[in-house]
């Protein structure tokens, strides 16, 4: 191959590769939205969002849209369910667990009872 080809060819090649470093890297993204508050689902329909806080009617009505919460409770009767066991071990301390008080300075003595 000549030198000629070889250098269209690592020009073409560098050329693509800054090209698709623009695409991934330096082109701007899209137009990000707004953070300006369009609403709260915690609020009651039509209640101010510039107060700040609620009053208690707002509070009880809220109070009583998650009283009316229903959660089904049919995924404890299912077999999947069922079938699980507790795998969890017991741990048993092996009496090398450290110093009574690891802050204290080495060679401080330790009072009786004060290993709280």
Do not use: Q
Request: glycine fraction near 8%; proline fraction near 11%.
């Amino acid at each position: 191959m000549s030198p000629k080809i070889k250098n269209t060819i690592i020009i073409a090649v560098a050329g693509v590769v800054l090209i698709a470093a623009y695409f991934l890297f330096l082109r701007p993204g899209p137009e990000e939205a707004s953070l300006e508050p369009v609403g709260n689902p915690l609020l009651p329909a039509g209640a101010p969002l510039s107060s700040g806080t609620l009053n208690s009617g707002d509070f009880l009505s809220l109070l009583l849209n998650v009283k009316n919460i229903k959660l089904d409770d049919a995924i404890f009767n299912k077999p999947a369910f069922l079938s699980l066991s507790d795998s969890s071990i017991t741990l048993i301390p092996d009496g090398t667990e450290g110093r009574p008080n690891p802050f204290a300075p080495f060679g401080a003595a330790v009072e009786p009872g004060a290993e709280d």
